[in-house]
């Protein structure tokens, strides 16, 4: 009995020895569990949401990811684009002092292009970023070129017209530089000997005037006559050179203007300050000889008219002024037949005057329509195509697809 006591003992205090370290430890995972419930609670949620990785933990429910598609993409990134050109514009057209306006602006233009490439393949980013996107500020920015005087919001037609007031205005603001003592070389030369012999052809002709006025034979007047004649030619020469460098140097502007311009309207101007420039700026090379012989014609009949007209007008006017001391040119030729010859040769001027706008006209339309004409096919390649074709189409339920054919018709 003793023994079977002893054997009860000895069971007991294992019994208790093994069992007091998992109440104690049951005990204190019970007083930390009432002490911080919230966070036990997060680290269910954290293992949860570890354990599921690949799902969306939302009231306890696992749900799938919503994954988009490569059109929705596209779509998105197609709306980011707009969006960057439209405040690429309105940032453009800033003042130069509203320097915060701008900075905001292009803020938001870098977060949209970020935007855009992180939703985007790399290569597909890369295409649809605009070049203009990735400029400085100061590079986009309207700025002074060279001073307050220039700028890089003048037109061609301001460029050229300055350019006629004060000649090599365009390639200053080119900064062809090395073309302006070029320019005034060449026409400030022919008009300084232009104007020379037109001061000796007004000499000789007073001198002329006056032998003719007192009676002087023919045999007298002919060498002061032709020394007259001659210098008026070199006057004319040597003035129609500098005129013809001028038009050249304002044809050089118009061809060399820093703006993207459709070749209709190069053509255009370049023909209106130089006529015939137009036509070798379409290629029409052979045309070229046509509008300066009748250019040329036309200012030759006019200058012969002109003289003429002078001539007959002091032959006319020393006949009928009463005066038996002046004796005209022409001292055998009836009053009336000196008046009808003088309003001939004025009425030949004239007309040639209108000649000349006329063949200037048409040289200037010529110019003009060839230049639409280079673009247009007038060849008799007829073609009719007909292929399926795939549209897409965005509705509140996503994208749809839309099949249908794509006629086309060249003529």
């Known amino acids: 009995m003793h023994r079977l006591r002893s054997i009860l003992r000895a069971i007991m205090m294992v019994t208790l020895v093994t069992l007091l370290p998992l109440t104690l430890l049951a005990q204190t995972n019970s007083s930390a569990e009432k002490s911080e419930p919230k966070k036990k609670k997060k680290k269910e949620v954290v293992a949860i949401a ?36 439209s405040l690429i514009v309105a940032r453009e057209s800033i003042p130069l002092e509203d320097s915060t306006a701008t900075s905001l602006l292009q803020t938001r233009i870098d977060s949209l292009t970020q935007r855009r490439s992180a939703i985007l393949p790399k290569s597909t980013a890369d295409t649809l970023t605009s070049s203009i996107d990735t400029l400085p500020i100061a590079d986009t920015v309207k700025k002074e070129r060279y001073n307050w005087l220039f700028r890089d919001s003048l037109s061609l037609t301001t460029t050229t017209l300055a350019s006629v007031v004060l000649p090599g205005f365009a390639q200053l603001y080119e900064e062809n530089y090395w073309k302006i003592p070029l320019e005034y070389a060449m026409v400030g030369l022919p008009l300084w000997g232009g104007l020379h012999h ?86 029409s090379y052979w045309k070229v000889p ?90 008799d390649n007829l073609s009719m195509k007909i292929e399926p074709q795939i549209t897409q189409s965005v509705t509140p339920d996503g994208i749809s697809n839309n099949f249908g054919f794509n006629f086309t018709l060249n003529f």
């Open 50 to 85: 570890d354990f599921t990785r690949s799902f969306t933990v939302k009231g306890g429910e696992r749900l799938m990811p919503i994954v988009r598609t490569a059109e929705q993409d596209s779509l998105e990134a197609a709306k980011l684009s707009h969006l960057i050109d």
């Open 290 to 379: 046509i509008v300066v012989v009748g250019l040329a014609s036309m200012a030759y009949v006019i200058d012969w008219n002109q003289r003429g007209y002078v001539r007959f007008k002091t032959a006319y006017d020393l006949a009928t002024d009463d005066d038996d001391a002046t004796i005209s040119e022409f001292p055998n030729t009836p009053e009336e037949s000196l008046r009808s010859i003088k309003n001939s040769y004025r009425r030949n001027r004239d007309l040639a005057i209108i000649g000349t706008v006329a063949v200037y006209l048409v040289q200037v339309a010529d110019a003009h329509i060839d230049a639409h004409m280079q673009a247009y096919d007038i060849s």
């Open 198 to 283: 037109n001061k000796l052809y007004r000499g000789y002709k007073a001198e002329f005037d006056k032998l003719a006025a007192s009676g002087a034979s023919q045999q007298e007047r002919t060498p002061v006559q032709t020394k007259m004649l001659n210098h008026k030619s070199y006057s004319t020469l040597f003035i129609g050179t500098a005129v013809a460098s001028f038009m050249g140097f304002l044809a050089d502007g118009v061809a060399n203007f820093p703006s993207d311009m459709s070749d209709i309207q190069k053509a255009t101007t370049l023909s209106l300050v130089c006529p015939g420039a137009g036509q070798i700026y379409n290629g």
